[in-house]
Nanobody, 115 residues
Framework: QVQLVESGGGLVQAGGSLRLSCAASGSTFSVTAIGWYRQAPGKQRELVAKIGSIGGINYADSVKGRFTISRDNAKNTVYLQMNSLKPEDTAVYYC?????????WGQGTQVTVSS
């Protein structure tokens, strides 16, 4: 089992920045991929950014050049630095981790970008 706890969401004006954190606990050594998804009202959950087991990073086209994902293995924490935020980035952001036994989700953190 892997437990994920997100933090760092909030309300920010367009053009501003936020940094999300996801603290992982439990069987973190077994995680093969970890990253961030988001879900806006009335829309499907979508990938924002993820880090694979060998360090490969993927970003959604809509956030490339604005968002940066990183991880601190010593703290079992993954971060999402979000710059130049846009109103269309408004969503609940979820941390996600995958291992051989399944997929795990955090409870989500709300990010609201005002115009």
């Amino acid at each position: 089992q892997v437990q994920l706890v997100e933090s760092g969401g909030g309300l920010v004006q367009a053009g501003g920045s936020l940094r999300l954190s996801c603290a992982a606990s439990g069987s973190t050594f077994s995680v093969t991929a970890i990253g961030w998804y988001r879900q806006a009202p009335g829309k499907q959950r979508e990938l924002v950014a993820k880090i694979g087991s060998i360090g490969g990073i993927n970003y959604a086209d809509s956030v490339k050049g604005r968002f940066t994902i990183s991880r601190d293995n010593a703290k079992n924490t993954v971060y999402l630095q979000m710059n130049s935020l846009k109103p269309e980035d408004t969503a609940v952001y979820y941390c996600n981790a995958v291992n051989a036994l399944g997929t795990y989700w955090g409870q989500g953190t709300q990010v609201t970008v005002s115009s």
